[in-house]
């Protein structure tokens, strides 16, 4: 008697030869789910599995970040698979963090914008990260600084200073998540903003931007004035105490 063939094999071998021959392109959210799923569950049918945790989650992002425990309350998701969508998150990011490493992001900024989009754009709890740059604004190492709700006390000037320094960086980029979706800096914001500003340039360390991440949109606080006018305010205050 010859070997049973799994009814599903037909089905996930179509979804292979699609993606081998024009990517993701065309994939719906639950189709990258499921196969992400298939990775470690070869006998099993996977397709409604992934159309469940996208209608728990909502997005495809949610699902990636999604607490392992929250996952396994979806029926048909066991730890191998939690393994595997966190890893592969996982691996996302740092390869995305990888791209941006040497590169001039001041310049050419959009690796940057992809990178923290992916990193901390869709978490559901507030990421402060510092990107650390050399003095042809080339990236030498980024880092998640603070974590939990923002404010101008959680957030600690003097610790921004020391890791700086130990990178031996001449200028940084910071920028944070609202997991809310809703882009608009807060007062905390810009006051955050403004203290980093003034503490970085009395060490020599030049802040180019600011960036705030939700809901797939970006603020940033270069362009909308805030940068300059904080560095303008502090040479104004250094000049004004000489």
């Known amino acids: 008697m010859g070997k ?40 099993r049918d ?27 309350q979806v029926k048909g998701v066991g730890k191998t698979n939690v393994f595997g ?3 592969i998150k996982e691996v996302a990011d740092r390869y995305l963090e990888k791209k941006i490493i040497a590169k001039d992001v001041v310049k050419n900024p959009d690796d940057l914008i992809k990178y923290i989009h992916y990193s901390i754009g869709n978490k559901n709890r507030e990421y402060f990260a510092g990107i650390f740059l050399d003095a042809k604004n080339k990236v ?15 957030v600690y000037p003097r610790e921004v200073i020391i890791k700086a320094l130990q990178h031996q960086s001449a200028a940084m980029i910071f920028a944070h998540n609202h997991p809310s979706g809703d882009i608009s800096p807060s007062p ?16 020599g360390i030049i802040v180019h931007e600011h960036l705030i991440t939700g809901g797939g949109e970006f603020y940033s606080f270069h362009e909308n004035g805030y940068i300059e006018k904080f560095k303008q305010e ?6 004004k105490s000489q």
């Open 4 to 43: 049973k063939v799994h009814k599903g094999n037909g089905h996930r071998e179509r979804l292979r030869q699609k993606f081998f021959a024009g990517g993701l392109a065309g994939f719906l959210d639950y189709e990258v789910i499921e196969l992400l799923l298939i990775l470690n569950t070869p006998r």
């Open 46 to 72: 996977c397709k409604e599995t992934a159309k469940e945790l996208l209608k728990k989650f909502k997005t495809l992002q949610a699902v990636l970040e999604a607490d392992p425990g929250e996952l396994q």
């Open 85 to 87: 969508l966190q890893f």
């Open 140 to 154: 030498l190492a980024s880092e998640i600084l603070f974590q939990g709700s923002l404010t101008s006390s959680s």
């Open 188 to 203: 905390e914001d810009i006051a955050i903003t403004r203290r980093l500003v003034f503490a970085l340039n009395y060490v």
């Open 234 to 239: 502090f040479d104004y205050n250094n000049k």
